[in-house]
């Protein structure tokens, strides 16, 4: 009979006792186990005893979690929590420097378990452990032990971080900060003062002022993966905390002190692999110097600043103007202006028929007014018909774009030039907009890459190449769209292909960016390589594997109903020669004024052929007066090899008629002889050489019989697979077991039974 579903079969073991196995009714209140377990054993007083899972942390079980326990757990009957608390707590108080260092390592292994730790709290130990973390009389393993019980504590979330002293905090920034110490200790204060940071804003500008990030970079540069784990962890909690501006000028300093190039050379690219914390907290350093960009790109552009419009007008000069010459030399206003306009036309921004209304902050006076006097004053106003600006006053990306455009413009002058000269010169239908294609590609830069997003507590892709190159997000830019005009030559695409080119585009970087780069030179790479060819290729193979179709048993099964399916179409094609066709003749003045049919015999022993009247339904097979067996065929020509073909002249001028020709020669007498074919079309001509190829043995090789059979696979395999459907299916089959070493468990038949 089989037990309750309530009950479990349990092993309960203790120290110097023999193991007990017992049933455990989970419906039986716990005091009840624990009382029958002693009995066992003979021990008094039950209530100082408690249960606790035997592997792992050693969890006490209470009402609230015994429903862990399963068939076969193995437990363990151990000291209550509270006596225990209290033992610990009175070993903390001991004179004695062994007795206390064992006390807290007892205290170290006990501290994760949450029954525990609410014991400790409520007798007031974190207090007793502050004390011990403050005096600081043993700068070793005591102190180490007593941070780690101490963390173990708090991480429980029953006491707020913000009750903390500040004496305490001090101390322990003292630890972080001190020259000569236990390699142990510094890891945990560091981590300590990171979870205070995070939890405690007032604290936080407590360990800001106290740790200096000078501090920080000595700990990150010692050989040490905990500590450079944790010296980051806590330099990415400051830089959380910090306003915008003083993130900002953190990270400048940090920048300036080549944090960049040793987190590159000596964290990610060091010979230790890079645990996953560290990967965290590097995509969190990546995320906030990214987060930088945000002001500019919720920036609209003003067109009322001078110096913005200044940077318009320094975009098309790069351009269109060589250093040290002016294009408007000599010309009145309305020519500057007419020529400013098609150069920014050029440049790929948009038209607008509005002009600027005054600044609103300088309502006074007409063409004097402060708004207008920019206007006015540059030698190359931008004119009436034409407004750039109004192109960058959308967010995102805003000013995020113009930075983009003359940084490229300026670190990649000869590619700008050769971008904006090569597409001004095509027609207008195939121009790439320069202008709006930056900033499309600034708005999916700052998506891939989650500009102004908060960052996520557990993520860890952030990329190498970041962390490789200055200005990476900018110098992301300049090879991006390199690539989009690239992909739009690749594409052949017009103005009205804009948006299928960003999408493409946007594959292309997110494949590329998904591998993890190390390099922005091995990124250039890697994202030039993958074409628009090879994305249409990836786009297929992903398709047929969600469908399946590349899965080994799905490839197999299509290799087995290759044979079948071949069959039927070589059927197909015969019986299409059957039924016939009407072929035109071709004169030497390339008149096609005469019709002809053929067709094989129902037996497939004769092709029968003969001409037919203009306008006349395909005559009876029995009525054409020629006839070939096909024993005598020799072989099958087609294309330029036809000698019909080869008469008419170069094959350039026949190119219409070489891929529709094909002969058959055949043996007439001693002599060999030619039936010569023009077919109706690239389908008549597939059907007809695979239906002669059939007939002669040959296999067929057509486009069309490769599309038939394609077809028909997917058919035959989906109606196959029709009940397996939202089945996974394994990559690989069943291993077949080994046979056994004896076949004496054979019952024989013959024996007959008592």
């Not at 007593?146 to 707020?160: C, D, I, R, Y």
Request: hydrophobic letters at 40%; a negative charge.
């Amino acid at each position: 009979m089989a037990p309750p579903r309530d009950v479990v079969k349990i092993a309960v073991q203790m120290r110097d006792a023999i193991p007990q196995l017992i049933q455990l009714d989970q419906a039986k209140p716990l005091a009840a186990v624990v009382k029958e377990v002693c009995d066992a054993w003979s021990l008094a007083h039950s209530e100082r005893y408690a249960l606790q899972f035997a592997d792992g942390h050693r969890r006490y079980i209470t009402e609230n979690n015994r429903t862990e326990i399963k068939n076969g757990s193995i437990l363990c009957l151990s000291t209550a929590p509270d006596l225990e608390a209290e033992q610990l707590l009175g070993g903390l108080q001991s004179g004695s420097h062994e007795g206390r260092r064992e006390a807290l390592r007892h205290f170290v292994l006990l501290a994760p378990d949450m029954t525990f730790a609410q014991e400790v709290i409520s007798r007031d130990g974190l207090q007793r452990l502050g004390i011990i973390i403050e005096d600081g009389d043993d700068l070793g393993e005591v102190l180490a032990l007593a941070l780690k019980a101490f963390l173990e504590l708090m991480e429980h979330g029953v006491v707020s971080w913000e009750t903390l002293s500040i004496p305490f905090v001090r101390k322990v920034v003292c630890y972080v900060n001190m020259n000569l110490m236990d390699a142990s200790v510094q890891p945990l204060a560091l981590g300590l003062l990171e979870s205070v940071t995070l939890s405690s804003p007032a604290l936080g500008q407590l360990v800001k002022s106290e740790v200096p990030l000078d501090r920080l970079l000595v700990h990150l540069q010692v050989m040490n993966q905990q500590l450079q784990t944790k010296a980051m962890a806590l330099l990415t909690a400051l830089l959380q905390g910090a306003s915008p501006t003083e993130r900002k000028h953190m990270l400048d300093y940090l920048w300036q002190r080549n944090l960049r190039q040793f987190i590159y050379k000596n964290i990610i690219h060091s010979a230790a692999p890079l645990g996953d914390e560290m990967a965290h907290h590097l995509y969190v350093l990546q995320s906030l110097t990214l987060g930088l960009l945000e002001p500019r790109m919720r920036t609209p552009l003003d067109p009322y600043s001078q110096e913005q419009r200044e940077q318009l007008q320094a975009l098309r000069q790069a351009a269109f103007e060589p250093e040290g010459e002016s294009l408007g030399a000599g010309l009145n206003a309305d020519r500057r202006r007419s020529l400013c306009a098609r150069e920014f036309r050029k440049l790929g921004f948009s038209v607008s028929d509005r002009y600027p209304a005054p600044h609103p902050a300088s309502s006074q006076g007409c063409c004097c007014s402060r708004g207008l006097r920019p206007f006015l004053s540059s030698p190359f106003p931008l004119p009436q018909n034409s407004n750039p600006a109004q192109d960058l006053e959308h967010v995102p990306p805003g000013l995020l774009a113009l930075d983009n455009m003359l940084y490229f413009s300026r670190h990649a002058p000869s590619a700008y030039s050769r971008f904006v000269l090569e597409n001004s010169s095509r027609e207008d239908k195939h121009e790439c907009p320069f202008a709006r294609s930056s900033i499309q590609l600034t708005v999916l830069l700052c998506e891939l890459l989650r500009v102004g997003e908060p960052c996520s507590e557990t993520a860890q892709d952030f990329s190498p190449m970041f962390f490789g190159q200055d200005q990476s997000f900018h110098e992301l830019f300049c090879v991006s769209i390199q690539l989009l005009n690239k992909t739009w030559k690749e594409m052949r695409a017009t103005q009205e292909d804009f948006d299928k080119v960003m999408q493409v585009v946007r594959e292309q970087l997110a494949r590329t960016l998904a591998l993890k780069p190390s390099s922005l030179e091995l990124f250039r790479t890697k994202v030039n390589a993958l074409t628009y060819g090879e994305v249409l290729r990836l786009r297929q193979t992903e398709r047929l594997h969600q469908e399946g179709t590349l899965a080994p048993p799905i490839l197999e099964l299509r290799e087995k109903l290759k044979p079948e399916l071949m069959s039927l179409i070589r059927q197909q094609r015969l019986l299409r020669l059957c039924e016939g066709t009407l072929f035109r003749k071709i004169s030497s003045r390339r008149r096609q004024d005469k019709l002809w049919f053929c067709c094989l015999s129902p037996n497939h022993k004769v092709l029968q052929y003969g001409d037919v009247e203009d306008n006349a339904s395909p005559p009876a097979p029995e009525s054409l007066p020629e006839q070939l067996p096909v024993a005598d065929i020799r072989a099958l020509l087609t294309g330029k090899d036809c000698p019909h073909i080869r008469d008419k002249g170069s094959v350039k001028q026949n190119k219409d008629l070489y891929e529709l020709a094909f002969t058959i020669s055949y043996d007439h007498g001693e002599e060999e002889a030619y039936l010569n074919f023009i077919a109706p079309s690239k389908r008549e001509f597939h059907l007809w050489t695979d239906g002669l190829s059939t007939l002669l043995g040959s296999p067929m090789g057509s486009e069309q019989t490769r599309l038939d059979l394609e077809q028909l696979l997917t058919m035959e395999t989906k109606l196959r697979l029709l009940e397996l459907e939202n089945v996974p299916i394994p990559e690989q089959p069943p291993p077949i077991p080994p046979p056994p070493t004896n076949f004496n468990f054979c019952y024989d038949c013959s024996i007959a039974e008592p």
